[in-house]
């Protein structure tokens, strides 16, 4: 890869990241630069695989899906060379991500795994992130690995009702609760 390709596809993949407050998962990154015919898959995957070795990115493995986030050398350096990233792309970068950032940040803050305990049952840990902070945390044990895996699963699409039903009834004042409210 020459050295002036190499570079644009970094300047585009730090821009990426730096106008999100969520990490963006490997699928989400190759599709933008695919998708608008920066680059090809491989070129894609060396260039995350070389800022990652720089330290630019972080990257972390969440359910068999790569995730990145910018580290501070990182934003300091598409912080410094941004001008070198010509307008056109800039907005083709911020259209892209303006059209995807609601799925794309569902998907990178909502999760669900599984993992077997030392007592043999299974553990299903569920989570809501929100700006790298951890908002709703969930851990249930259940007897065998498929119920895991079903729980697992489906915490995406129960996430948000879950979640709602749990702070309605820690918040709600206990004087008005009506015995027969759940």
Not at 5 to 19: D, F, H, Q
Not at 71 to 87: E, V
Request: a negative charge; charged letters at 30%.
């Amino acid at each position: 890869m020459n050295n002036e390709a190499e570079t644009l596809y970094k300047l585009i993949i730090l821009y990426m990241l730096r106008n999100v407050r969520f990490p963006l998962n490997n699928s989400h990154i190759t599709d933008f630069l695919i998708s608008h015919n920066y680059t090809n898959f491989f070129k894609a995957q060396e260039t995350l695989h070389s800022l990652v070795e720089d330290r630019l990115l972080d990257e972390t493995t969440v359910r068999n899906a790569t995730q990145y986030r910018l580290t501070d050398s990182g934003r300091y350096t598409i912080d410094s060379f941004r001008s070198m990233l010509p307008k056109a792309i800039q907005e083709d970068v911020e259209g892209y991500l303006k059209d995807h950032r609601y799925d794309y940040q569902a998907e990178v803050g909502i999760t669900s795994d599984y993992y077997k305990s030392t007592s043999g049952d299974y553990i299903v840990h569920c989570q809501i992130r929100e700006d790298a902070q951890t908002v709703f945390e969930l851990n249930l044990s259940v007897p065998d690995r498929t119920e895991a895996e079903r729980m697992s699963g489906r915490w995406r699409d129960a996430s948000q009702d879950i979640y709602s039903t749990v702070m309605h009834r820690l918040l709600r004042d206990d004087e008005t609760h009506n015995p027969e409210e759940p």
